[in-house]
């Protein structure tokens, strides 16, 4: 199998539209082809190089600094970085593109309804409620910017969770991101 190192596949949406879920199945297809990958989990990354950081957008746009600027690394060091973060913010997504000499933007499309109803970690009840901790929550209280130039859209509200997957596979082959 054959790549152009450098890359990071960066996924962005709404909680429960779907990043984790194809970026996780993305990462374990590759990883049957041999393919060195970095899976970069939002949620985890909060838990650990985010650890000291809140959800006001300040804080938000600063843990995107940081997983943009750790995906520079390993995609620099021929690795290809998987980031699966909501980034809410065109501001954060243009720090990555700046930085990321190769980023494809993953944008993860789904109505906020359907997300709601989904509530796959049950945050969105939490946020509604106004319960700690969930004060600033995307779409709920925090807005959530469309991207305007991401390199595909997956609407994951029509699309079963195979059919984005491989839309996206075939379109990565399309750039020549990967190859096999
Ligand atoms: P996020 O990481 O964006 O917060 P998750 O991946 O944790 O979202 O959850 C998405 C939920 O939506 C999962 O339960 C998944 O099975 C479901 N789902 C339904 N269709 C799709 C699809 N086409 N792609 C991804 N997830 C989907």
């Given at each position: 199998?054959?790549?152009?190192?450098?890359?990071?596949?960066?996924?962005?949406?709404?909680?429960?539209?779907?990043?984790?879920?194809i970026a996780k199945k993305l990462a374990d297809i590759l990883r049957k082809k041999n393919f060195?990958?970095?899976?970069?989990?939002?949620?985890e990354?909060?838990?650990?190089?985010?650890?000291?950081?809140?959800?006001?957008?300040?804080?938000?746009?600063?843990?995107?600094?940081?997983?943009?600027?750790?995906?520079?690394?390993?995609?620099?060091?021929?690795?290809?970085?998987i980031a699966s973060v909501a980034s809410p913010t065109e501001?954060?997504?243009?720090?990555?593109r700046q930085v990321i000499k190769n980023m494809f933007l993953v944008y993860v499309k789904c109505?906020?309804?359907?997300?709601?109803?989904?509530?796959?970690?049950?945050?969105?009840?939490k946020a509604k409620e106004r319960k700690k901790g969930f004060e600033?929550?995307?779409?709920?209280s925090s807005g959530y910017e469309e991207p305007k130039s991401p390199d595909i859209i997956l609407n994951t509200d029509k699309e079963s969770v195979e059919e984005s997957v491989n839309k996206l596979i075939t379109k990565l082959k399309e750039k020549r991101i990967i190859n096999f």
């Open positions: 199998m054959k790549t152009k190192i450098g890359w990071t596949i960066w996924f962005t949406g709404l909680h429960g539209a779907g990043k984790t879920t060195p990958v970095i899976l970069l989990d939002g949620d990354l909060r838990r650990s190089v985010s650890s000291d950081l809140g959800y006001s957008l300040d804080e938000r746009n600063k843990h995107m600094k940081r997983v943009a600027d750790v995906c520079k690394v390993i995609s620099e060091n021929g690795i290809l970085a501001k954060s997504r243009a720090y990555a109505p906020l309804d359907v997300c709601e109803k989904r509530d796959v970690k049950g945050h969105y009840k600033y929550f995307i779409s709920i």
